[in-house]
């Protein structure tokens, strides 16, 4: 298991840095969620065969995590959401299946539980493991500052400077914050 987890973080490492970027175009683009869906009459080889190693062995969450990047890559919100919970209850202290959850909520436009798993992303994330989670952590407190603004501005003023503190350059957080301390 412990090669497994290794593996599986090292492959994430990856994704988080792609995912910071995926966020913002997530966060500006107006398509409409699940508009390149896999649908049952469409057949994805990839998925397919990934869904059969997964059938083989439900607990093999590197199997699991190659499954739920390929529903991300289909656009198949949903089933993405679906197994990257599958991985969090394998690896409930690996924070990146967390942060993909709140990435493939957000895409699916379920702001309420993107908001959660981003939450639960940033709780999980272990000392340790604090600089290489940097970008990401600061987008996940950006998107909680972001929601929060209108309901509880204490806390997205909290949140947005704990953004700043770990990216300072991103100027979404920076013209979040003037908005939120003017």
Partial sequence: MKMIKSNVRNL???LMLAGTAGFVNAQTTTETANTATTSPA???????ALKKQVETNPKDAE???KLATAYQDAS???NAVDTWKKISVLLPDWAPSYYS???AY???KDDANAKIAYEKYIST???EELEQNKKSLAYAYLYIAFAEQQTNPNKAKEYIAKSLQYDPSNQDAVKLSKALNS
């Fill in 12 to 14: 994430f490492l990856g």
């Fill in 42 to 48: 469409q057949t994805n080889p990839t998925i397919d």
């Fill in 63 to 65: 199997s699991l995590s």
């Fill in 76 to 78: 198949d919100w949903p």
């Fill in 101 to 103: 959850q709140g990435y």
């Fill in 106 to 108: 957000q895409s699916a």
């Fill in 125 to 127: 994330v272990k000392p």
